[in-house]
């Protein structure tokens, strides 16, 4: 185990990188200053104004997450090429939402949508499905932040810090600051967050593979270790190749999670900041920077394996702290430990604004109190965001972390389940808006039915232990070909929302309202209808007094 | 939520044939077959690591090059 005594260096840069960011997220309210922040667009979206570079830091810090950054390494230190998903799937999915989020983003602006679900009210006149891609979104979200603690623990652990006082006094000064400055905070602090990252990662794969003798025997060494026979299975641990039963598993887990990524409320909530819809569009050709720096990340794995690192306890998410600890000096160690601690900042602060605008807007406004004026609604979404986070810590402190991995596992199925009635919806409204909520309902029953007969062998575990689903289980075939269950879910989701769709259509059920135009799909900053905010972000040159 | 009010000029499309560039970096990396694979090596990378690391240069290209072609006027 490592002992803190070690470890004053890499603690105090730890802790100075900590606390300047936390100042920057505290200044952050003032930064591009808005008359007020008690407006769901300024507290909840940055003003709605963020250019092409605040929107690459933002969008990278959002959807690069701490836990991404321990959790693919791992996965590749444990399971070899399988783990290397990350890359195709991050390759992927921009040339797949390029022309989707412009049109998101268009709607939105006209409309005024703060969340999916308030398209999705207008767009299929059901505040019922827009309910469930509400609630779909919130609790895919929560554990999802409560694994950015994971991601902080991870270091801590590496920094011989043991107890969970370090992870309140963390998530207590990021939930002020966020309660303050709103999106601004963690936009703000991406700059930081993603310019450290760099810096730790490129130095990473220059200095460990000229200490470990070269790439070639990084792949050499892993390849050997992972050839080793799981006493768990009797089979390798794992392969640097696709294996004949996996290769299916991997493309399909590959796309299901492009699919899945911008349904996350976070990742919509960094595309509606952004100031017009060339910036979504830039931002998809210089979003894989990022992918790309993923891409090496996922190789510290090998680069762990290769130096015969072991895992703190049986927390395999470890190897990449103490991969560092035992390669770098103690003070880059120490920024190193910093750039995932604050990587975990970012995205949490982001999903907890998501969380709350969901709730206060598809909720609070929906159900409890309709004339909402804009202050009340951004009141509502500050305390909610609050409320969220002490939700994540509470998740760590009293249930076993593995709880919120599982959690996470499920939320990408759960998410997935809002790929017809929000991404589909943006195109079409053939699907009925009940059809679309018996899909939504189907496709999570499925998916959580598939990942329940899913066991692990490493850890014992006869449920939920992982997301391979293999498709002897329905009796198609007899091979132990795996497939990744939300893709599954998705398909009878879609399935039974059209087979449904045609029934209530013949049976002559009324469909909704569509609120929306054709043209609305397709306005830019400027046009006469997509909503000005100078007046209240205090940015335009002719500033009308509020 | 406020309704529009106005009509305006602007393009109401997003078509264009360029789009369909895009079908490429989707596609390619979701082909194993091309590069589950370790020969030929590069830099000591077996074939499978540099060529999906060469897809994001693909993928960055193809959405540069469609942003670019479709690029509003004006």
């Known amino acids: ?546 | 939520m406020s309704a529009p009010e106005r009509e305006r000029s602007t393009p109401v499309t997003d078509r264009s044939p360029w789009n369909w560039l895009l079908v490429v970096p989707i596609v390619v990396p979701l082909c194993t077959f091309i590069y589950n694979r370790g020969e030929p090596t590069l830099f000591g990378f077996p074939f499978f690591y540099w060529s999906q690391l060469a897809f994001i240069v693909i993928g960055v290209s193809t959405t540069t090059l469609v942003y670019q072609l479709t690029k509003r006027r004006g």
């Open chain 1, 1 to 546: 185990m490592p002992q803190l005594s070690d470890h004053y260096v890499q603690l105090s840069v730890f802790v100075v990188l900590f606390l300047l960011v936390s100042g920057m997220g505290f200044v952050a309210a003032r930064w591009r200053r808005p008359d007020t922040l008690e407006h769901l667009d300024e507290w909840g979206l940055g003003g709605r104004n963020f250019g092409s570079w605040i929107t690459w830091f933002l969008l990278g810090g959002d959807l690069y997450t701490a836990y991404t950054f321990v959790a693919v390494p791992a996965l590749v230190f444990g399971a070899g090429a399988m783990g290397f998903f990350a890359v195709p799937y991050t390759v992927i999915v921009y040339p797949m939402v390029f022309l989707v989020l412009v049109r998101l983003w268009s709607v939105s602006h006209v409309h005024g949508f703060v969340t999916p679900a308030d398209f999705v009210r207008a767009r299929f006149g059901s505040p019922t499905l827009a309910l469930s891609v509400a609630l779909a979104g919130i609790v895919a979200t929560m554990p999802y932040i409560a694994l950015q603690l994971v991601g902080i623990e991870s270091v801590l652990k590496a920094m011989g810090v043991t107890g969970h006082l370090p992870i309140i006094v963390a998530f207590t000064i990021l939930a002020l600051y966020t309660y303050n400055s709103g999106l601004r905070a963690p936009a703000l602090i991406a700059f930081v967050k993603d310019t450290l990252i760099y810096l730790v990662i490129i130095v990473a794969v220059i200095v460990i593979p000229v200490k470990l003798g070269g790439w070639d025997v990084i792949f050499g060494a892993a390849e050997k270790a992972l050839s080793a026979t799981n006493p768990n299975t009797g089979q390798p641990r794992g392969s640097i190749l696709l294996t004949a039963n996996n290769q299916l598993q991997y493309v399909t887990l590959a796309f299901g999670s492009a699919l899945a990524l911008f349904l996350y409320p976070h990742s919509i909530t960094s595309v509606l900041a952004a100031k017009d819809r060339n910036t979504i569009k830039r931002n998809m050709a210089a979003l894989p920077a990022y992918s790309f720096l993923l891409g090496l990340i996922a190789l510290l794995g090998y680069m762990a394996l290769a130096a015969g690192v072991k895992p703190i306890g049986a927390d395999g998410n470890t190897i990449v702290p103490v991969l560092f600890d035992t390669h770098f000096p103690a003070w880059f160690t120490g920024v190193a430990f910093a750039a995932i601690g604050i990587g975990a900042l970012v995205p949490a602060a982001i999903m907890s604004i998501a969380a709350a605008n969901l709730f206060t807007r598809n909720i609070y406004k929906e159900y409890l109190r309709r004339d909402a004026t804009p202050q009340q609604e951004a009141k509502v979404s500050k305390i909610t965001s609050l409320v969220v986070k002490v939700g994540a810590v509470a998740c760590i402190l009293f249930l076993d972390p593995q709880f919120s991995i599982d959690l996470q596992l499920i939320g990408g199925v759960i998410i997935l389940q809002t790929l017809p009635s929000v991404a589909l919806g943006l195109y079409t409204r053939w699907f009925h808006r009940g059809a679309l909520v018996a899909g939504l309902v189907a496709g999570l029953v499925a998916g959580l039915w598939m990942l329940y007969t899913i066991p692990n062998p490493n850890t014992g575990r006869a449920h939920f232990g992982g997301s391979a689903f293999k498709l002897s289980e329905l009796g198609l075939t007899d091979s132990a070909v795996t497939v990744y269950v939300g893709f599954l879910a998705v398909l009878v989701n879609l399935v039974v929302a059209a087979l449904l769709t045609l029934a209530l259509r013949a049976a002559g059920i009324p469909d909704g309202e569509d609120a929306t135009r054709r043209s609305d799909y397709f306005a830019d900053a400027g046009d006469p209808r997509v909503h000005d905010l100078p007046e209240i972000t205090g940015e335009a040159p002719a500033r009308s007094p509020a």
